[in-house]
């Protein structure tokens, strides 16, 4: 962003890996992180993601528990079939390059949630307010 900031003109710029994924592989990823495999089962609308083993000690979870399921209110039945940032003009106007790679961003994720969980858990057993972060 201070790059950006810098320019002499107002421009935009996309920052982007240039790397696409989809949902589910990310979903995939951010599992596999904490120790969960999954199974999915169904098509579309009635996909879910299920336990299929968990070698995590810290979870309790059931094997066969659905852990993933398509919300119908953010369903968009006319998405692009591709997604893709194309980062070339900042890497050739800012030299900006992504330090992140998609399994790096991940992990970085999990793990800043489990602290925030940790936290919220002592504070709440401790007898203080603790925000909602569901979406309801």
Partial sequence: MWLILQQQE???FVIATGIT?????F????FDNLGISL??????????ARIAKCTNPDFKVKQ???????DHTYYRPTEVDLLIGDPIKAKEKLGWNPKYNLDQLVEDMVRSDLELFKKDKYLHEGGHRIFNYHEE
């Fill in 10 to 12: 107002p421009e935009d």
């Fill in 21 to 25: 994924t989809t949902v589910r592989d």
């Fill in 64 to 70: 066969g528990q659905i852990v993933v399921q398509v």
């Fill in 39 to 48: 199974e999915f089962e169904g098509e579309g609308k009635k996909e879910v």
């Fill in 27 to 30: 979903v995939v990823k951010v």
